[in-house]
């Protein structure tokens, strides 16, 4: 009896966190992003938005206890799971994966620690500085980092208003980005 309780439990918090799991997916996959504000459609540049809306998620959750704290830990181990499937669907092999796993880790928690400093600091500017320097550091000039940090703000504000009650039961909202 308390296996199947138990079970039930866990099959229903499996849906939510995958349900979660696709909403931050779908908002990191706006055409906006790849089509008017020139993110790089490759899988590098899908990366970057995904691991952008992964820390807006994260950075809703932070300072929330229980089980808020579960689902951030299990959506993050998701990412990477997923990240690490994207690269072996990209045919790199078993001896290559944990060496850019390591890599893209690393570069998944200093871009979270650089947009987390200007959010707290309310520096649009070091923002867009942050976003061009890392969604886009070959262009020089990326015009269309303003745009992409005034969405984060925005999505940002839109996230800490959303009652953790409908996080937790598998609902978040992401502004639509819009063409500018």
Do not use: C
Not at 43 to 48: H, K, S
Not at 158 to 177: D, H, K, R, Y
Request: aromatic content about 10%.
């Amino acid at each position: 009896m308390f296996q199947r309780l138990f079970g039930r439990e866990r099959n229903a918090n499996r849906a939510i966190t995958e349900a979660l799991y696709a909403q931050i997916v779908a908002a990191a996959r706006q055409i906006v992003f790849y089509s008017d504000w020139n993110v790089p459609d490759t899988p590098l540049g899908r990366f970057e938005m995904l691991s952008l809306h992964m820390f807006l998620f994260q950075h809703r959750l932070r300072g929330e206890e229980g089980v808020a704290l579960e689902v951030a830990q299990v959506l993050i181990d998701e990412f990477f799971l997923d990240v690490e499937h994207s690269l072996r669907e990209l045919g790199v092999g078993d001896v290559g994966v944990p060496k850019r796993m390591k890599r893209l880790a690393k570069m998944f928690y200093g871009r979270t620690a650089a947009y987390d400093d200007a959010l707290e600091r309310s520096d649009g500017d070091a923002l867009a500085a942050a976003l061009a320097r890392n969604v886009r550091p070959d262009a020089g000039a990326w015009p269309q980092a303003v745009p992409l940090a005034s969405y984060v703000i925005d999505a940002a504000r839109q996230l800490a208003a959303q009652p953790s009650e409908s996080i937790l039961s598998g609902t978040v909202v992401f502004p639509v980005a819009k063409a500018q």
